[in-house]
């Protein structure tokens, strides 16, 4: 009987010793950088572009289709699947953790923000003003409303 009582006793303390300790060491778990998010695959759920030229506004959206992606590899690659075509990977950078850079060669980038991140939820936002031509006919102006094109793209776990 005095044995079992031993017995319960150590596992009990056992049991208390495990239950007091967390990851950390100091009672706080360590809060994951936007590096550390984005790392892994990410299913493409939609993309949207939206144009404004001349201050009409024409919308495209796009379900992603079974078996696209983007895969975000430790090693600042990522690797895209879309839809009838092989993976293709390019560098990326990210900025402030509210930025990611696609570099596809030294002066091709696309630069998005980071709209959400969270475990299962990744919205990319890109927005640029189209430069209008500058018109050839003297006395015509080419000042109005900007032109603007927007991506967002929607990607889950």
């Given at each position: 009987?005095?044995n079992?009582?031993?017995l319960m006793?150590?596992c009990?303390?056992?049991?208390?010793?495990?239950?007091?300790?967390?990851?950390?060491?100091?009672?706080?778990?360590?809060?994951?950088?936007?590096?550390e998010?984005?790392?892994?695959?990410?299913?493409?759920?939609?993309?949207?572009?939206?144009e404004?030229i001349?201050?009409?506004?024409e919308?495209?959206?796009?379900?992603?289709?079974p078996?696209?992606?983007?895969?975000?590899?430790?090693?600042?690659?990522?690797?895209?699947?879309?839809?009838?075509?092989?993976?293709?990977?390019?560098?990326?950078?990210?900025?402030?953790?509210?930025?990611l850079?696609?570099?596809?060669?030294?002066?091709?980038?696309?630069?998005?923000?980071?709209?959400v991140?969270?475990d299962?939820k990744?919205?990319?936002?890109?927005?640029?003003?189209?430069?209008?031509?500058?018109?050839?006919?003297?006395g015509?102006?080419?000042?109005?409303?900007?032109?603007?094109?927007?991506?967002?793209?929607?990607?889950?776990?």
């Amino acid at each position: 009987m005095k044995n079992n009582t031993k017995l319960m006793l150590i596992c009990l303390m056992a049991v208390l010793g495990f239950a007091s300790c967390k990851k950390g060491g100091d009672g706080e778990e360590k809060k994951k950088t936007t590096a550390e998010k984005i790392q892994g695959k990410w299913n493409l759920t939609l993309r949207e572009d939206i144009e404004t030229i001349n201050g009409i506004i024409e919308k495209d959206s796009e379900a992603g289709k079974p078996g696209e992606y983007l895969d975000f590899r430790t090693s600042n690659m990522v690797y895209l699947k879309e839809s009838g075509s092989a993976e293709e990977g390019t560098n990326y950078t990210i900025d402030n953790d509210k930025q990611l850079t696609f570099i596809f060669g030294a002066n091709d980038k696309e630069i998005y923000a980071i709209d959400v991140l969270t475990d299962n939820k990744l919205v990319l936002h890109s927005k640029e003003v189209i430069v209008p031509v500058k018109s050839s006919i003297p006395g015509t102006s080419d000042t109005g409303p900007k032109n603007t094109r927007e991506t967002i793209i929607t990607l889950t776990r």
